[in-house]
Structures are given as C-alpha cells and as structure tokens.
C-alpha cells in the first residue's frame, strides 16, 4: 500500500474521520532516508513534476565552513556528537539538519538535509 501525506485517518480522540475519497498521487509518501557515517552511497530519485532529488544514505566526509575564515574545506568525519531532532534519530546516529559531528576541525552543526540535498555542508561550532 503507498505511504501517503493525507491527513491521519483517526482523530486525537481515536474516532475515524468519515471516508470521503482515496489517495491522491500528489500525496505520495517514500520512506525516509536514514543518512549515516559509513561508505559513500547515493542515489538519484524521479520526483514530481520530472524533477530529481540526490538521496544521500551514507558518507564519511562533510564540506565544513569556517565562519571566521569564510572557508570551506572536505574532512572527515571523526564521530557523531548528538542529533536534538529527536531521541531515535540521536539513538540510532542518524545524520540529518542539525546534527552535530565531531569532525578532524572540531565540532561541526549540519546544515544541508542530506536525505534531499546528497550532500553534507556543515559550519563549525
């Protein structure tokens, strides 16, 4: 059965809202991408409209800007930190925005979504 962004089905109360139609394709869900620290491996997603999304499920390496400097550079990445998006995600080391990594620089925060983007961009903090 497809994953679909409609509304839930039951109320907060438990009640089922009364069925009015069926699933719209433009409501089309696809599972999320649990971007982690491991080997590169990316894939390139069809999305609406004929448009593409690069899904990134897991890298070892993140672009880290220097807001002082102004620089970029690729290091690699050393450990995860924490992740405050939610205690499973930060459980699990996933990596999305906002996580924060221990980097070969120091700490760096995400700031690209890795599961949309396919790139990891972070700033030191």
Partial sequence: MARSQWRSRRKFTGKKYRHSRK???RELERPPINTVIGTDRKKEQRVMGGNSKLKLFS????N???LNTNKTSKVKILKFESNE???DLNRRHILTRGAVV???LGK???TSRPGQHGVLN???I
């Fill in 23 to 25: 699933k719209r394709k």
């Fill in 59 to 62: 890298s070892v390496f993140v």
């Fill in 64 to 66: 880290v800007t220097d």
């Fill in 85 to 87: 998006a939610s205690l």
């Fill in 102 to 104: 221990e980097t070969e």
């Fill in 108 to 110: 760096a925060k995400i």
């Fill in 122 to 124: 972070a700033v030191l």
